[in-house]
């Protein structure tokens, strides 16, 4: 049986899987497992693969920053990361030492944004960017139907922001304390602001309108600067439903008429493929390399 490899790269967790090529939809095996050091992961990642011979294409989506550059003389390496055991390391060269086949190289919140351009949220649209919030806040843009890559790909999380009124957090990020929108929006910014993961926070809590403040400002800028269809929130601090409304009232808020934009409930969406976007991201961008 012909079969594509999905690599998940978290920087918590690894999800390595196979599908049907003829049906990514139809996943064959699927294993997790913590993220350690490089070297240690990629064992385990190798090891799942052994099992099947007849891979088409791999697609992995990884944690970044990366180099996506093929002309690069370290396109496919992971670059500066506070992740220990990851910076500097050749992921994708480690990969085809193991089996040169192709792989399909790119950034973890790409592969979760394809899945939902795909098969998601956005099937209908050609213009989307795909927001996650978790650990870290990314984003993947697709414009015209392609993935958006310049110089390299997008850190939209590093947007600069104008912090809320009520907020005297510092911020979390190490390169721009509380002037970005991961330092201010991430998971564990809104446990150092708070003193409790999101997850436990009540619906009530004042920590909802100024998450949705921020988002929405976020928001507010991708569309002033990309002009996209449609705007999808995934990750885990999304998955709190008061969220999503909170984010479409504060956006018309900010926006005050400026720009037209669609109806807020097809603009501003959740993500549709849950917990498995990412790894069929990547199995539909491996399909891509199928001849």
């Not at 007849?54 to 992995?60: E, K, M, V, Y």
């Not at 928001?219 to 990750?235: C, D, K, Q, S, W």
Request: charged fraction near 20%; include cysteine.
């Amino acid at each position: 049986m012909s079969l594509l490899g999905a690599i998940e790269a978290g920087g918590t967790k690894f999800v390595v899987a196979v599908s049907e090529t003829d049906n990514p939809e139809k996943i064959v095996a699927r294993e997790s497992f913590p993220t350690e050091d490089g070297e240690q992961t990629l064992k385990k990642v190798i090891a799942f693969f052994d099992q099947y011979e007849d891979i088409d294409a791999i697609g992995i989506a990884s944690f970044g920053p990366i180099d996506v550059k093929p002309e690069s003389a370290t396109y496919g390496y992971v670059l500066d990361t506070p992740k220990r055991g990851w910076s500097g390391f050749d992921f994708l060269g480690t990969m085809k030492a193991w089996r040169d086949i192709p792989y399909y190289w790119t950034t973890d919140v790409n592969g979760a944004g394809w899945a939902e351009y795909v098969s998601g949220a956005a099937k209908d649209v050609e213009n989307v960017v795909y927001l996650t919030v978790g650990t870290g806040v990314g984003a993947g843009i697709i414009v015209n139907g392609e993935l958006l890559t310049g110089y390299s790909h997008p850190e939209a999380g590093h947007i600069m922001m104008q912090k809320h009124p009520d907020d005297q957090y510092e911020g979390l990020c190490p390169f721009h304390g509380d002037r970005c929108l991961e330092g201010l929006t991430a998971g564990p910014a809104m446990e150092a602001r708070w003193g409790q993961s999101a997850k436990d926070l009540p619906d009530d809590h004042p920590a909802w309108e100024m998450e949705a403040f921020y988002l929405a400002q976020a928001a507010m800028t991708y569309t002033a600067t990309l002009r996209p269809n449609m705007i999808i929130f995934g990750g885990g601090v999304p998955h709190r439903e008061i969220l999503i409304p909170m984010i479409r009232k504060s956006f018309e808020e900010q926006m005050n008429n400026y720009l037209a934009v669609p109806p807020m409930d097809q603009y501003i969406q959740t993500v549709q493929n849950g917990d498995n976007a990412g790894i069929l991201g990547c199995f539909y961008l491996a399909k891509t390399l199928v001849k």
